[in-house]
């Protein structure tokens, strides 16, 4: 008896014919390579607030018995919303008989790979757009830190550029991170100043890679192709991650249409920018 299409499911296109066994994810990013980048803490709340202790200099004692100064430290917040993400998909009695595989595990990956760059369009969001202070007022990217031009590749001198505002800042040198696409990357292993021993103790050249330079772990991912920026340095308190709830996955029989089994996960998180003098944007 011939299986009605609905015309609704997309898993038609992945029956096999007999004799094959192989499943095929088409080209995706795997892992989440941001949320090691960034500070993370764990939210069980609707929101949680990020305190900020400001600056404030030690003042001279002049004579003996004087009053003590209260220097009224600056103390602010950024307040860290949490967001409510989820994927799932159905699969079919009968698309498993005609697969002749159980492909509830290759969803279930495929759903987790969802999971992990969702996470870091999370993180990518948070450190290019506007953060949300205590009071519940839009704090945009503050735009000194924004180096690059928008009409070309990626230079040595944007890079040092970026480097230069944190180091001004008084930016921690551990910890920090180079945020580039695959087009960033190729303008920056094309430079002589990489490709060469003589400047770059990093081989870089010889894996096609580059790992650290100038102070920078070198990050790629293609979701910062998605902002306006195409690059970013940034140090990891910069941005902190929320996570209230890590990804779920669940696996369930669905009675209410005809015993599918559902492949769901699910998570809940948010990210903020804490401090914009620990991130720059790179024009690309």
Same mark, same amino acid.
């Given at each position: 008896?011939?299986?009605?299409?609905?015309?609704?499911? /997309? *898993?038609?296109?992945?029956?096999?014919?007999?004799?094959?066994?192989?499943?095929?994810?088409?080209?995706?990013?795997?892992?989440?390579?941001?949320?090691?980048?960034?500070?993370?803490?764990?939210?069980?709340?609707?929101?949680?607030?990020?305190?900020?202790?400001?600056? &404030?200099?030690?003042?001279?004692k002049t004579t003996?018995?004087?009053?003590?100064?209260?220097?009224?430290?600056?103390?602010?917040? &950024?307040?860290?919303?949490?967001?409510?993400?989820?994927?799932?998909?159905?699969?079919?009695?009968?698309?498993?008989? &005609?697969?002749?595989?159980?492909?509830?595990?290759?969803?279930?990956?495929?759903?987790?790979?969802?999971?992990?760059?969702?996470?870091? &369009?999370?993180?990518?969001?948070?450190?290019?757009?506007?953060?949300?202070?205590?009071?519940?007022?839009?704090?945009?990217?503050?735009?000194?830190?924004?180096v690059g031009s928008?009409?070309?590749?990626?230079?040595?001198?944007?890079?040092?550029?970026?480097?230069?505002?944190?180091?001004?800042?008084?930016?921690?040198?551990?910890?920090?991170?180079? *945020?580039?696409?695959?087009?960033?990357?190729?303008?920056?292993?094309?430079?002589?100043?990489?490709?060469s021993s003589d400047?770059?103790?990093?081989?870089?050249?010889?894996?096609?890679?580059?790992?650290?330079?100038?102070?920078?772990?070198? *990050?790629? /991912?293609?979701?910062?192709?998605?902002?306006?920026?195409?690059?970013?340095?940034?140090?990891?308190?910069?941005?902190?991650?929320?996570?209230?709830?890590?990804?779920? /996955?669940?696996?369930?029989?669905?009675?209410?249409?005809?015993?599918?089994?559902?492949?769901?996960?699910?998570?809940?998180?948010?990210? /903020?920018?804490?401090?914009?003098?620990?991130?720059?944007?790179?024009?690309?």
């Open positions: 008896m011939a299986i009605p299409d609905s015309g609704t499911s /997309t *898993v038609d296109a992945a029956f096999i014919e007999a004799f094959k066994s192989n499943v095929i994810h088409l080209c995706q990013q795997h892992p989440s390579r941001l949320r090691k980048t960034v500070d993370e803490m764990t939210v069980k709340a609707e929101f949680a607030n990020v305190e900020r202790i400001g600056i &404030r200099e030690a003042v001279e003996r018995h004087t009053p003590t100064p209260i220097l009224d430290v600056p103390h602010d917040r &950024r307040k860290l919303d949490m967001q409510d993400f989820q994927w799932a998909d159905m699969i079919d009695e009968e698309d498993q008989i &005609r697969m002749l595989i159980s492909p509830k595990s290759e969803y279930a990956k495929a759903g987790a790979w969802a999971m992990n760059r969702q996470y870091d &369009r999370l993180i990518v969001d948070a450190a290019t757009g506007a953060s949300v202070d205590g009071d519940g007022a839009s704090v945009p990217f503050d735009p000194t830190m924004i928008a009409g070309g590749g990626l230079t040595l001198d944007s890079i040092l550029a970026a480097k230069e505002k944190l180091d001004a800042n008084e930016v921690d040198h551990d910890n920090r991170y180079l *945020v580039l696409n695959a087009k960033a990357l190729t303008d920056l292993l094309s430079t002589t100043e990489v490709a400047f770059n103790t990093v081989k870089a050249l010889v894996q096609g890679e580059l790992n650290t330079w100038l102070g920078f772990t070198i *990050v790629h /991912t293609e979701l910062v192709a998605e902002t306006t920026a195409q690059a970013l340095a940034y140090h990891k308190s910069a941005i902190r991650l929320g996570v209230g709830r890590d990804v779920l /996955t669940r696996i369930d029989k669905r009675i209410d249409v005809s015993y599918a089994d559902q492949v769901y996960l699910a998570f809940t998180a948010g990210a /903020t920018r804490v401090e914009e003098c620990k991130i720059v944007q790179i024009l690309v």
